[in-house]
């Protein structure tokens, strides 16, 4: 987990205590991560043991129970904080998680990759319910279970929801996206994947890149023991109330939903063109966004659908869903610090670069970020607004990158000096950087507000 800032919001701490709940390391081994740890450990048997005893049996129920309870009450919190009474809110509140998740990680030193492995399953869980509403709103979600629970609603097309239909739709279809989300990797704790991550003497690097042979054989592990802690280690829950109309509806639901688990797992092993892609596509992409491997670099994470790409050429996952994917997200993943030359009145570009975050989804143009403003006139603000960062303006790319280095040398050290001064940046930052880490600048309690309505 990245280090925890002096001085927060309530906001960045909620997000920070979140992320603890589903991958974190506690001394009460408490977090969804440490459950499932715990399963794979003690109880992996006990379900299908017929020789168990009847107080066996209770317990594993009650501890079923226990470990159910407290993820759903995870998935409840990822609700609250993704989803808005109006898809725009959806997206506002969706980009500032995603955005935080990302500002409050580390992008240099030696805690990126166990950082990185605590965010994935929360990051790729949000970006799984902003795909579903996309693919929805394009008519292009065939999966006989989502369009089965949307024939409920009396001809109300998925853009016309009512809010009672909202509730209904989010407990059907969104709560077991968020679990399967949550859970695709957790069969990585059974013993038999520890033994292929941690090698025979128990030591190696377990963000190591794996021979090919490791690698098939932890996929198979990993999907066989995810689907077995599903059944097993989740289950389903029992009715609590009177009612027996309420109690076989309840069941009924808790069964569909269980199975519709399942299948986005299956699916999702062989995405190819299923609704699996809802947990594949947002999988590759938290790969590269929050790789855990020793070639991480953060400058070329826009280069991520590069990556997609191929995969959809190779038939590994559907090109469409990375389509949509690329429309929600853009070129640059949220908290992404942009770096661009700014124009004057005259639209005339000055002789400066400043500082800008991606805060925003959906921009209008992919490879043109939504941004707040982090710096003006060399100084950095907390109090910035909001741009559009023209490719033609961004350091990113090599043409602007060439423009730049047209500056002095004596000019680029001046700008660097000001705009590194207030903040522990790297010692050899490049003087014609494609980027900024923002990190540091987020650190700052009063620059932890870069989604509310910029000046």
């Known amino acids: 987990m990245a280090k925890a800032f002096q001085h927060q919001t309530h906001y960045t701490r909620q997000a920070q205590i979140l992320l603890s709940k589903i991958y974190g390391c506690s001394k009460h081994n408490d977090s969804m991560l440490e459950r499932a740890i715990n399963y794979f450990e003690h109880n992996e048997f006990v379900a299908s043991d017929v020789s168990a005893s009847p ?18 009450a995870i998935c409840y919190e990822i609700i609250e904080l993704t989803e ?17 998740i990302q500002l409050i990680s580390p992008t240099e030193g030696n805690k990126i990759a166990a950082n990185n492995e605590q965010c994935k399953a929360l990051y790729k869980s949000i970006l799984s319910l902003r795909l579903l509403d996309r693919l929805l709103l394009n008519n292009e979600v065939s999966d006989p279970y989502i369009l089965k629970v949307l024939t409920e609603f009396e001809g109300q097309s998925f853009a016309e929801l009512d809010a009672a239909a909202r509730a209904r739709f989010t407990e059907l279809v969104r709560m077991p996206l968020i679990m399967a989300a949550l859970l695709q990797d957790i069969g990585h704790n059974h013993a038999q994947a520890q033994n292929i991550l941690r090698g025979e003497d128990g030591e190696q690097d377990t963000h190591r890149t794996l021979a090919i042979e490791d690698r ?58 299923g609704v699996g892609n809802l947990l594949k596509v947002p999988q590759i992409y938290v790969s590269i966004i929050f790789s855990t491997k020793a070639n991480y670099n953060y400058t070329v994470l826009p280069k991520v659908f590069q990556v997609l790409n191929k ?51 959906y921009p209008p143009i992919p490879e043109q970020p939504l941004c707040r403003i982090a710096t003006r006139k060399l100084t950095f603000i907390c109090y910035g607004h909001n741009i559009e960062v023209k490719q033609k303006n961004n350091l990113y790319f090599p043409h602007m990158a060439k423009k730049m280095a047209l500056l002095s040398k004596e000019r680029l050290n001046e700008i660097f000096e000001l705009l590194s001064s ?32 910029g000046d």
């Open 216 to 273: 098939k054989k932890l996929l198979q592990i990993n999907h066989k023991q995810t689907l077995i802690y599903i059944s097993n280690g989740i289950g389903i829950p029992n009715y609590v109330g009177n009612s027996k109309e309420e109690r076989d509806q309840f069941t009924v639901d808790e069964q569909l939903k269980h199975q519709f688990i399942n299948i986005l797992i299956k699916s999702s092993f062989k995405a190819k063109q």
């Open 422 to 453: 207030n903040y522990q940046e790297r010692q050899a930052l490049d003087l014609l950087p494609r980027c900024w880490h923002a990190n540091e600048f987020f650190s700052v309690k009063e620059n932890q507000k870069l989604w509310n309505k």
């Open 84 to 100: 808005g009474d109006s898809f725009e809110e959806s997206n506002r509140k969706s980009a500032q998680l995603l955005g935080t």
């Open 311 to 361: 995969n959809a050429e190779l038939g590994a996952c559907s090109q469409k869903v990375v389509d949509a994917l690329y429309q929600i997200t853009g070129m640059f993943p949220q908290g992404y610090g942009v770096i661009y030359m700014p124009e004057d009145e005259m639209k005339q570009q000055s002789g400066c670069y400043e500082y800008a975050i991606v805060n925003r989804l």
């Open 55 to 72: 107080e066996g049996e209770a317990l594993h129920k009650l501890e079923q129970i226990e470990r159910h309870g407290h993820l759903q």
